[in-house]
């Protein structure tokens, strides 16, 4: 019995095939450029974005990813820093060189300023076009 478990945990262990990346291989002069979106105002939605975020990180490494997190619609709460729990997750990914973005449009509309935003977070005018715009430069867009 204990020769048929070992035996297939290790058919297990080869049925994993690792990762072929496509070329260019991802490195520091050709990183991987990357977007998320966070529309939502659900806590499980934002924690989601942003561990997804963290995983790509930790897969590819920091310094081999350009990535920028767009927040708009309800998603702008996820860039407020009376959000202390999402602020700090928000500011962890800052310190690995992610982008936040607000939209201004959304912040107009729901009447918040700057200075209510996570410190170093980007205003654009609309969050949906940054997002056609990072795509048409052949960033990859994931919606997790």
């Given at each position: 019995m204990r020769k048929f478990v070992v035996l297939l945990l290790l058919m297990v262990y080869t049925l994993q095939a690792e990762t072929i990346f496509a070329e260019p291989k991802p490195d520091i002069l050709e990183p991987r450029k990357i977007v998320f979106s966070i529309k939502s105002a659900k806590d499980e939605d934002i924690h989601h974005v942003l561990s997804s975020a963290n995983n790509v990180l930790k897969f590819y490494g920091?310094?081999?990813?350009?990535?920028?997190?767009?927040?708009?619609?309800?998603?702008?709460?996820?860039?407020?820093?009376?959000?202390?729990?999402?602020?700090?997750?928000?500011?962890?990914?800052?310190?690995?060189?992610?982008?936040?973005?607000?939209?201004?449009?959304?912040?107009?509309?729901?009447?918040?300023?700057?200075?209510?935003?996570?410190?170093?977070?980007?205003?654009?005018?609309?969050?949906?076009?940054?997002?056609?715009?990072?795509?048409?430069?052949?960033?990859?867009?994931?919606?997790?």
């Open positions: 920091p310094e081999k990813v350009n990535m920028k997190i767009i927040a708009y619609y309800h998603g702008i709460r996820a860039l407020l820093k009376k959000e202390n729990e999402i602020a700090q997750r928000v500011n962890a990914l800052m310190q690995l060189e992610v982008e936040f973005v607000a939209c201004g449009n959304t912040m107009q509309t729901k009447n918040i300023k700057e200075e209510d935003l996570v410190d170093d977070t980007e205003v654009v005018t609309a969050g949906i076009v940054e997002i056609v715009e990072r795509v048409k430069e052949g960033w990859i867009y994931i919606i997790p």
